[in-house]
């Protein structure tokens, strides 16, 4: 008997024996997933894939014709563990699809792999210098990169990573990245994405708890979706320039770190009282922020495992769309429905900014006050750091980025679930762009 498990589609219900609504059935090297309403097909599928993983499965063929584009796609997605040993052939497919599948896999896959590595061997440095390799491998004359880390951060101004990263031993990084396809030095920047990448996080003197703790590694979400999008973005035929910035540290607690009660003085001119050191990740995408800033782009995409208040409000299903420009966040709600993700819009006005007072400086890193919206004021802190108030910067609370236990549609880590929205994010802005 075949090693390989062929996985047909059927739109028929199982046999009786195989239980009511039974999702699978089973003869010999073959599994039939049945879906009887073609609504829930993508789900179902993404299912399927999940309990045949977990059933110990680990080499599939997709077979039959009923198998689509996203069906094939949502399997994929299911039938991950970040163990390994999974070997799946997508079946017969065109070219077009194939590259398309291709594509997806190989940038989500690149996002977990980083998220599900060990904050040993994930330091802001190799995070960095493996985002930069990755992107370049994709397209060698196109990307360019470079990154400055420890006290050239410090001259440079770029102050939020920098103090966040001073306490470990290993320095702080930010990488700047330029994909210019066009190879003119003076060609205009269409976008720019930037991302958290905090390696690990123990909370610094706010230190968290250890169940809070333990998943930390997967602190630097955003900077390995940002990149994953860019990836998928540039395989699917990207011809704009677009910059990269990863605003990666550990945040760590030694005799050097960063305390309650520091003030920070970012290159605009603002100050931020730290009142809790534990809201590092708005310190550091601040510098990066202002860096993309400079380079006059119509459009700045920021993401990041921000707080544990989106998660609270949407759980781990949804990504939270924050923006300044309702009309803009709406767009990328519809990006994500689009491409078969999940995000939500959730609310950003200009007196969030109000909520996060301080005595001793321009504003404080949090709110301050009983029953603030968490998600919100940490999405107006950063709102400081873009032009024109906002209105063509969107931020992404990435909640859906990452599952702490596999459930039903995905593997325990990194998802990678994000990456196609900001990918087609991407395509939209450059598209409207002459």
């Known amino acids: 008997m075949s090693a390989t498990m062929n996985v047909i589609l059927s739109h028929e219900a199982a046999a009786a024996h195989w239980g009511d609504r039974a999702l699978l059935s089973f003869h010999d090297d073959e599994a039939r997933v049945h879906v009887t309403d073609a609504t829930e097909l993508v789900r179902k599928a993404q299912q399927a894939g999940r309990k045949l993983d977990a059933m110990g499965i680990k080499q599939v063929t ?13 399997f994929a997605q299911g039938f991950y563990s970040a163990k390994g040993g999974q070997q799946l052939d997508f079946g017969a497919t065109g070219p077009e699809e194939q590259a398309e599948l291709d594509a997806r896999d190989r940038a989500c896959r690149w996002v977990r792999e980083m998220i599900n590595g060990t904050p040993e061997d994930i330091y802001p440095a190799s995070l960095a210098t493996e985002a930069g390799k990755f992107l370049q491998s994709l397209a060698p004359g196109a990307v360019s990169y470079r990154t400055y880390s420890g006290e050239q951060l410090k001259d440079l101004g770029y102050i939020g990573i920098y103090e966040v990263g001073r306490g470990s031993e290993r320095s702080p990084t930010l990488l700047e990245l330029d994909f210019n396809p066009s ?7 269409a976008a720019c994405l930037v991302g958290k990448g905090i390696t690990f996080d123990s909370g610094g003197y706010s230190i968290k708890p250890s169940d809070g703790m333990a998943v930390m590694k997967s602190d630097m979400g ?18 704009k320039r677009v910059k990269l910035f990863l605003c990666c540290a550990e945040n760590l607690i030694s005799g050097h770190a960063y305390k309650l009660g520091d003030i920070l003085t970012y290159k605009n001119g603002i100050t931020v009282e730290i009142l809790n050191t534990d809201a590092e990740g708005r310190l550091v995408l601040a510098d990066g922020l202002l860096a993309a800033s400079a380079t006059g782009a119509p459009f700045i995409l920021d993401a990041a495992t921000l707080t544990g208040a989106a998660k609270m409000a949407l759980g781990r299903d949804y990504n939270a769309v924050f923006s300044m420009n309702d009309d803009l966040a709406l767009a990328t ?38 029953g603030m919206a968490g998600a919100s004021t940490a999405a107006a802190f950063l709102s400081r750091f873009v032009p024109d108030n906002g209105r063509n910067w969107v931020h992404m609370d990435l909640s859906g980025s990452y599952q702490k236990a596999a459930n039903d549609l995905w593997g325990a880590g990194g998802k990678g679930h994000g990456v196609r929205t900001i990918a087609a994010m991407l395509a939209r802005v450059c598209e409207e762009q002459p």
């Open 333 to 370: 709600v519809r990006a994500a429905r689009e491409e078969y993700e999940k995000a939500w819009h959730l609310p950003l006005e200009p007196f969030h900014v109000g909520q996060l007072s301080s005595s001793f400086a321009d504003m404080a890193n949090i709110h301050g006050g009983e």
């Open 183 to 189: 190879g003119q030095a003076g060609a205009p920047v």
């Open 222 to 239: 955003g900077a390995a979706t940002v990149t994953g999008a860019l990836a998928l973005a540039i395989q699917r035929g990207l011809n």
């Open 62 to 74: 997709l077979s039959g014709d009923d198998w689509s584009l996203e069906s094939r796609w949502a």
